[in-house]
C-alpha cells in the first residue's frame, strides 16, 4: 500500500481491500484501513492536507506521515489506520474531543481493530505515527513520560512498565545502532488530557463518552498499550534516515518469546505514585547568538544561536540565507548537560567561552533547504517544497571587540564547498526573551575595518517600490548607515502566548556607510511585538 501525502487520495478505506473489523462501522472517505496479523495497530492521525489558504492559529499536517505510517503496517504486519485526506484543522484526530464529537467512527474503529489485534490472547501496542517539524534525525517518543537527564517525570503512563523496558528501550537501542536518535518525551510526552494517546493511560475510564470510557477501561486492565512517535524531518523525508527508521521500529517490535502476554496485573499498576517530579526551575545561562556575512558580495550569510530551555533541555537554530532566494535550516531541540556555552544535539555542536569571546561551531547534519524565503509565512506549503541537504560546517570565531570579530572555516552542502573568512557579529540573551520591538543593522566596510552596530527601537526600515530600503540617520554615530537596500528577506510569525505575537524579520542588506559611495554587505533583524 503506497500513499502520496502531497497528493490526498480521493477515495476512502472503502476502496481498499476488505477488512474484517470494520465491517460494522462507517469508515469515513478520508481514512485508509489495512487488515494485519500481528498485535498492531498503526494509525497516521495527520496525513492529510490544507488545501485553503493559511489563517491564524492554523496547525501544521504532518508531512509523509500517512506514507511512513503505510510502509510500517506492511513491514510488521500490522493494521492500520491512516489518515490521508483530512485537514487537521477541520478535525484533529489526535484530540480526545474531536474524536468524540466529530468523528467517534474513528474511535469505533480504534476499539474493533484493538478486539481484532488481541484476538489471539496478546496486549496490543497502538503506534500513533506524527510529524516534528525539528530538522532532526531523531523519533521522540510520547508514552505519557518525560525524561531528562536519568530522571522520569509523568503521571498518566500509556503502555505498562513492562512494554516501556522492553518495546521502547528496544525502539532506542534499534536507532542508535543506525546512527539515529530515540528520546523520550524531549518534546511531545504525549502526556496531556485531550492527547489521543492519553485514550490509553486509563485516565478517562469515567469519560461520559462510552467509546472514551470503553478504551481507557481495556487499559487499566492491562490489555492495550500505545505510544507516539514524533518523528523529526530528517526521518520523515525520503532517504537513507527514513529507511533506517522504518528499519529501526520494524527491528524493535520483532516478535520474542513470551513477550505481549497477557499480564496478570493490570498494566497500569505503575501508577500507584508519581515516576518522578521535575526539577524546580533555576535561573538559566543566557543564550547566545552569531550572524555574519559569509561572502563580501552579500550573497551569503549566517543567523544562528543556541540557548538553554530547562535544567536539562536546549536549542539551536542555524540558518543559512542566500541572494538567490533559497535558505536552509537547521533547527532542533534536545538534552542539555548543563555545562555552560556547551550545546550539543543530532550532529551539531556548539561551545563558546563564557564572555562569548570565542566560539566554535561543528556540524554534520542535515539542513532543510527550502526554494523561497517565505516559507515561515505557510509553514505546510513551505515544508512541501523543501529538501533535505547534507551539510558539514566547522567555523571559529574570535571576538576583536566586545560585540564583533573574525569568523574563519568552511561550509561544505551539494558537494560544494565555500571557505569563510569575515566579521561576525554575536549577541546575549534567548530568542524566547524580551517583549521590546527593535530593529538592528549590522555592516562592515570593504576593507572589514569598519564596523556599524545599530540597536535603537527608534530606527526605520521603510520598503520601497523600487525594492530599496531607507534608514533614518542617528548623528551620534561616527559612520552612521545612511542608505540601505535588502536583497534578501526572511519574515516569520510566532505565537508568544496569551495572545501576543513577534514578527521577526531578518536578512541581508547593501549598505551604505557615512559619506562614502561605496556598498557594503550588512545584515538586519527587526522584531516587533504585537
Known amino acids: 500500500?503506497?500513499?502520496?501525502?502531497?497528493?490526498?487520495?480521493?477515495?476512502?478505506?472503502?476502496?481498499?481491500?476488505?477488512?474484517?473489523?470494520?465491517?460494522?462501522?462507517?469508515?469515513p472517505r478520508y481514512l485508509t484501513l489495512r487488515e494485519g496479523h500481528r498485535p498492531i495497530i498503526?494509525?497516521?492521525?495527520?496525513?492529510?492536507r490544507r488545501l485553503r489558504p493559511i489563517r491564524r492559529g492554523d496547525s501544521?499536517?504532518?508531512?509523509?506521515?500517512?506514507?511512513?505510517?503505510?510502509?510500517?503496517?506492511?513491514?510488521?504486519?500490522?493494521?492500520?489506520?491512516?489518515?490521508?485526506?483530512l485537514d487537521r484543522n477541520e478535525i484533529d484526530l489526535n484530540r480526545i474531543s474531536h474524536l468524540a464529537a466529530k468523528a467517534p467512527e474513528v474511535l469505533a474503529l480504534l476499539l474493533t481493530a484493538?478486539?481484532?489485534?488481541?484476538?489471539?490472547?496478546?496486549?496490543?501496542?497502538?503506534?500513533?505515527v506524527h510529524g516534528w517539524n525539528m530538522v532532526l534525525a531523531c523519533c521522540d517518543v510520547g508514552v505519557g513520560l518525560r525524561r531528562r537527564g536519568p530522571r522520569l517525570s509523568g503521571r498518566h503512563p500509556t503502555l505498562s512498565r513492562g512494554r516501556f523496558e522492553g518495546t521502547i528501550a528496544d525502539l532506542e537501542h534499534e536507532m542508535a545502532a543506525r546512527q539515529l536518535t530515540a528520546s523520550i518525551g524531549r518534546r511531545y510526552a504525549a502526556s496531556g488530557r485531550d492527547n489521543a494517546a492519553q485514550l490509553f493511560s486509563g485516565r478517562h475510564h469515567d469519560h461520559e463518552d462510552a467509546l472514551v470510557a470503553r478504551l481507557a477501561r481495556l487499559s487499566l486492565g492491562g490489555r492495550v498499550d500505545a505510544a507516539q512517535l514524533e518523528l523529526g524531518i530528517a526521518l520523515r523525508w525520503p532517504g537513507w534516515r527514513r529507511d533506517a527508521c522504518i528499519d529501526a521500529i520494524v527491528a524493535a517490535l520483532e516478535p520474542r518469546a513470551g513477550s505481549g502476554r497477557l499480564p496478570v496485573a493490570p498494566a497500569r499498576n505503575w501508577l500507584e505514585a508519581p515516576i518522578g517530579e521535575e526539577?524546580?526551575?533555576?535561573?538559566?545561562?543566557?543564550?547566545?547568538?552569531?550572524q555574519a556575512v559569509l561572502q563580501r558580495d552579500g550573497s551569503a550569510a549566517l543567523f544562528c544561536g543556541v540557548e538553554a530551555t530547562s535544567a536539562h533541555s536546549m536549542a539551536a537554530r542555524f540558518c543559512f540565507?542566500?541572494?538567490?532566494?533559497?535558505?536552509?535550516?537547521?533547527v532542533g531541540e534536545g538534552d542539555w548537560d548543563g555545562r555552560a556555552g556547551h550545546y550539543s544535539l543530532e550532529g551539531a555542536s556548539w561551545?563558546?567561552?563564557?564572555?562569548?569571546?570565542?566560539?566554535?561551531?561543528?556540524?554534520?547534519?542535515?539542513?532543510?533547504?527550502?526554494?523561497?524565503?517565505?516559507?515561515?509565512?505557510?509553514?505546510?506549503?513551505?515544508?512541501?517544497?523543501?529538501?533535505?541537504?547534507?551539510?558539514?560546517?566547522?567555523l571559529s570565531y574570535e571576538a576583536s571587540a566586545e560585540k564583533h570579530g573574525r569568523l574563519h572555516g568552511h561550509v561544505v552542502f551539494d558537494g560544494r564547498r565555500m571557505d569563510i573568512g569575515a566579521v561576525a557579529f554575536t549577541d546575549r540573551g534567548g530568542r524566547r526573551g524580551g517583549d521590546a520591538s527593535r530593529v538592528r543593522v549590522f555592516a562592515a566596510a570593504a576593507d572589514e575595518t569598519m564596523i556599524v552596530a545599530v540597536r535603537d527601537d527608534t530606527l526605520e526600515i521603510c520598503d520601497a517600490e523600487d525594492g530599496t530600503a531607507v534608514i533614518r540617520t542617528i548623528p551620534e554615530l561616527a559612520a552612521p548607515l545612511r542608505e540601505a537596500r535588502i536583497i534578501a528577506r526572511v519574515p516569520v510569525w510566532r505565537p508568544?502566548?496569551?495572545?501576543?505575537?513577534?514578527?521577526?524579520?531578518?536578512?541581508?542588506?547593501?549598505?551604505?556607510?557615512?559619506?562614502?559611495?561605496?556598498?557594503?554587505?550588512?545584515?538586519?533583524?527587526s522584531l516587533e511585538i504585537f
Open 1 to 27: 500500500m503506497s500513499l502520496d501525502p502531497l497528493h490526498p487520495p480521493k477515495t476512502s478505506g472503502a476502496g481498499t481491500a476488505p477488512v474484517s473489523w470494520a465491517a460494522q462501522v462507517a469508515v
Open 114 to 128: 484493538i478486539d481484532a489485534a488481541g484476538a489471539g490472547g496478546e496486549v496490543p501496542l497502538v503506534l500513533f
Open 351 to 394: 561551545v563558546s567561552s563564557p564572555d562569548a569571546g570565542r566560539i566554535r561551531i561543528s556540524i554534520r547534519a542535515p539542513f532543510i533547504r527550502y526554494p523561497t524565503h517565505d516559507a515561515y509565512l505557510d509553514l505546510e506549503a513551505g515544508l512541501s517544497r523543501a529538501e533535505l541537504v547534507d551539510a558539514q560546517v566547522e
Open 60 to 85: 501544521v499536517n504532518d508531512l509523509y506521515t500517512a506514507e511512513m505510517a503505510a510502509h510500517l503496517a506492511e513491514r510488521l504486519g500490522a493494521h492500520a489506520i491512516i489518515n490521508g485526506g
Open 321 to 330: 540565507v542566500f541572494a538567490d532566494g533559497t535558505m536552509m535550516l537547521l
Open 42 to 48: 498503526v494509525v497516521a492521525p495527520h496525513g492529510g
Open 496 to 525: 508568544l502566548g496569551e495572545g501576543r505575537f513577534a514578527r521577526w524579520t531578518f536578512g541581508i542588506a547593501q549598505c551604505r556607510l557615512g559619506a562614502g559611495d561605496e556598498w557594503v554587505a550588512g545584515l538586519f533583524d
Open 279 to 290: 526539577e524546580p526551575a533555576a535561573p538559566l545561562e543566557r543564550g547566545f547568538s552569531l
